[in-house]
């Protein structure tokens, strides 16, 4: 069964962020890029990334790594267009993140977020760790 996963923008900021090869986050976005899971996008969650990636103020990421990202969730991802699913989160942009999560239920797809306070309490919703503890015993079979 292959594993799929929304990413929450705070998951790949800080991958990009981090100055340890072992963080949990670094791992994560590794694993995507190894073809581990498949990522699932929408446009607005592209979107998302894109504008957070350049906040030049806040990031200095280089507009290479920002694009082989954004690629890499194009070229390896699948789009999903969810359907709407009634729930109100404190932070309406986090919406698309759980509900193209939730419209892949049926292929285990996972929400893997940093923040899952700004998220129902759904098994599906879970941290980066946990993450890379979902994707060790699925190898391990």
Not at 53 to 80: C, D, M, P, W
Request: charged share 25%.
């Amino acid at each position: 069964m292959k594993i799929c996963a929304v990413i929450d923008t705070n998951v790949l900021v800080a991958a990009l962020l981090s100055k340890h090869s072992d963080a949990a986050t670094v791992q994560v976005i590794r694993a995507m890029l190894s073809g581990a899971f498949v990522p699932l996008w929408h446009p607005d969650i592209l979107a998302e990334y894109d504008e957070v990636l350049h906040r030049t103020k806040k990031y200095r990421f280089s507009e290479q790594n920002i694009q082989i990202i954004l690629n890499a969730f194009r070229q390896y991802g699948v789009e999903v267009f969810p359907q709407p699913s009634g729930e109100l989160l404190a932070d309406a942009d986090d919406l698309i993140f759980y509900e193209v999560a939730l419209e892949k239920q049926d292929e285990h797809a996972w929400l893997v977020t940093g923040n899952q306070k700004h998220y129902p309490i759904r098994p599906f919703v879970v941290t980066p760790a946990e993450m890379l503890e979902i994707l060790r015993k699925e190898t391990a079979q």
